[in-house]
């Protein structure tokens, strides 16, 4: 019998125990000094006697995990795959362990969405095998989030993506519509979860047609039974082997950490936009602090035209709204700018980390002429840049920092460059180029993108960093033929441009290969 049913059936059984008529003669403390309890008396002690033994529902659990495994549904057969990631589970405990401590903020508040919703617990650790939960994963094929959407589904599911927000990484709007995309597969496909968590991976249509396939040949369509692709072959039974450790900890050898069984984080709504760093100060947390619980937020503040939503811990939410009322209007910093030659309003707002949108609207501003000597206003940043440790901006910093190679190149974008072309001129593969820079292989490029490229030694080269002092008379391609290096690589490791003269007494740094030249 199912965990489910059973807690079910208890509760069923003991309302029916504690309905039952009384009867005097077979209860010991029904007299008092032999003389008859009242009936008033009689469901007191009854009721004092059911206090005493509360009944244990998934509700009342001091883990939320445990929550969730009370209420599992779905049956786990003896099955290749899932012995094969039920044993991967259980040989790395430290992975449980990362997972429990990003999931902390969060899992109260999805198990609530989806019993919300009578739907199956084990949706609850879908965001474990998507990404780890990880509200900040981007995986290769251009899925963000917890739970992964790509860009198309994501807008299809009312899922904004702007250069302010991504609502992909938003917890608790993409929890939402997750559950909206798992329920319409549910019903495409009768009702059948294992179906439907496989299109999850792979898309309805491509699991319809495994269906039709094997309806053709005379087989059967269960899951186990269909052909499809590798990576959605091992989905469900990954999610099926976790299912199967979370609730079975103990037959395993397995301790993952506790989560507590209440709310955590509220999710409120300022109604204006705000400065991360001036809402953190409103809530009494650190700006990394509010970045990690509301990932969505690309830049330094919350969307101007929304949304302004934020989460925030529990504790900090009167001492935030308190302060919110007290500084309305005040969440964003302006600044008196004065346009200055040769300024446009993608420069300006460049500069200053914004938009020309959002300089348009808050100087009343219909096109994008401007005018030397003009004052605009422009909404900005209160602290630096590096405040804002997850932004957007410094995540790509330090993803590209990542050491993965011997030494570093870097590729600025030109028209009709490609992954593929930039990756193939360079001699590494288009898949990890993509890996270095936080994108996926199909993901387009802009014209000005910086790029890392990582490289490894040749066969038998020693290469060494060298910086170059340029002398009188000194030329791009005369200092790459006295270290035979290429003149374009100079050009990317210094971000020059080839058209630009050099300066005397200008450093360079090149990366020579000290097996062909003396250095």
Known sequence: MRIKDCWVLALILSGCQLNQPIDTEQIDSSTINNKP?????????????????????????????????????????????????????????????????????????????????????????????????????????????????????????????????????????????????????????????????????????????????????????????????????????????????IANQEKYGVSIPEIANHPVVELVDPKEQLDLAVAANYAGITVRKLQSLNPAYNQWATAPNGPQKLLLPIHSVDKFQQALSENKGQGVKVIRYQVRSGDSLIAIAKRYKTTPKLIRSANGITGNRIRVGQFLMIPTSTKENSVYALSASNRLAKTQAKARGHYKITHIVKRGDSLWSIAQNNKVSHQSLAKWNGMGPRDTLKVGQKLVIWKNNSQGSIIRTVFYNVRSGDTISGIAKKFKVKTGDIVKWNSLNSRNYLKPGQKLKLYVDVTKVSV
Not at 105 to 128: C, G, H, N, W
């Open 37 to 245: 309890l009242s009936n008033n008396e009689l469901h007191k002690e009854n009721r004092t006697s059911s206090e005493h033994s509360p009944i244990t529902t998934p509700q009342t659990q001091q883990d939320v995990w445990r929550r969730i495994s009370m209420q599992l549904e779905m049956p786990v057969p003896d099955n290749r795959i899932i012995n094969y990631y039920r044993t991967w589970y259980i040989n790395h405990p430290n992975h449980l362990k990362t997972v429990a401590k990003r999931a902390e903020p969060f899992l109260y508040l999805i198990t609530e969405k989806i019993e919300a919703r009578k739907m199956p617990l084990e949706l609850a650790l879908l965001p474990v095998v998507e990404s780890s939960f990880d509200a900040f994963a981007y995986s290769h094929g251009s899925a963000a989030g917890l739970w992964q959407f790509v860009s198309g589904t994501a807008k299809m599911y009312g899922l904004e993506q702007n250069f302010w927000y991504d609502g992909r990484r938003d917890v608790a709007a993409a929890t939402d519509a997750a559950l909206d995309y798992l329920s319409y597969l549910n019903k495409r496909f009768d009702g059948d979860w294992t179906h439907a968590i496989a299109a999850y991976n792979s898309g309805g249509g491509r699991v319809s047609s495994a269906i039709r396939k094997n309806n053709k040949l005379g087989k059967p369509t269960d899951f186990f039974s269909l052909d499809l692709p590798k990576e959605t072959s091992g989905y469900l039974p990954k999610l099926l082997a976790l299912a199967d450790v």
